[in-house]
Antibody, heavy 124, light 108 residues
């Protein structure tokens, strides 16, 4: 059974870059897409973006200028970088697996079916 | 961006009762690509329903989803003690994906 585990610093200073990694175990990183979502008391659940294993990305416009998601298929990992952080970026960060399929010539990205346990990041 | 509004904010019910949760979208959700998640304190969200009405693997049949367009409903036919939690709807029909603010189902 596939499991996801987030890792990275729990404390980041304002204006610095938040960096997190999600390690996928019990399954391959291929054939799925991989998302980052965060949850804070003030804004609830917020989708940050996703990456397909081939490298295709899609980011939330509200964060796009500061976000980079990358994938390392050799390590079965994907990562999040969020630059120029402020206190508003303090949240629990989750990684998640998503279902994707090709219909005709178009790839569609569907629901997220497996989530990591989450990691708390404080900006201070 | 599609805004999802969930109601009520809190639902106070007893075990064995029926729970009806609403999720309304600010515009039509493409192909009814709407999911429901359950979240318990200190845990990650857990997928219950996708495609508005399909149960995820291992989800008991007391959970059902319905609706289309802009109005969706999650129904729990008979509440079990483990069902008291927060429930979120999420649309994946158009980017950016968005979540509702949640409905808390609490023990009355």
């Amino acid at each position: 059974q596939v499991q996801l585990q987030e890792s990275g610093p729990g404390l980041v200073k304002p204006s610095e870059t938040l960096s997190l990694t999600c390690t996928v175990s019990g399954g391959s990183i291929s054939s799925y897409y991989w998302s980052w979502i965060r949850q804070s008391p003030g804004k609830g659940l917020e989708w940050i973006g996703y990456i397909y294993y081939s490298g295709t990305t899609n980011y939330n416009p509200s964060l796009k200028s500061r976000v980079t998601i990358s994938v390392d298929t050799s390590k079965n990992q994907f990562s999040l970088k969020l630059s120029s952080v402020t206190a508003a970026d303090t949240a629990v960060y989750y990684c998640a697996r998503g279902i994707t399929m090709v219909r005709g010539v178009i790839r569609y990205y569907y629901y997220m079916d497996v989530w990591g346990k989450g990691t708390t990041v404080t900006v201070s | 961006e599609i805004v999802l509004t969930q109601s009520p904010g809190t639902l106070s019910l007893s075990p064995g009762e029926r729970a009806t949760l609403s999720c309304r979208a600010s515009q039509s959700v493409s192909s009814n690509y709407l999911a429901w998640y359950q979240q318990k304190p200190g845990q990650a969200p857990r997928l219950l329903i996708y495609g508005a009405s399909s149960r995820a693997t291992g989800i008991p049949d007391r959970f059902s989803g319905s609706g289309s367009g802009t109005d969706f409903t999650l129904t729990i036919s008979r509440l079990e003690p483990e069902d008291f939690a927060v429930y979120y709807c999420q649309q994946y029909g158009s980017s950016p994906w968005t979540f509702g603010q949640g409905t808390k189902v609490e023990i009355k």
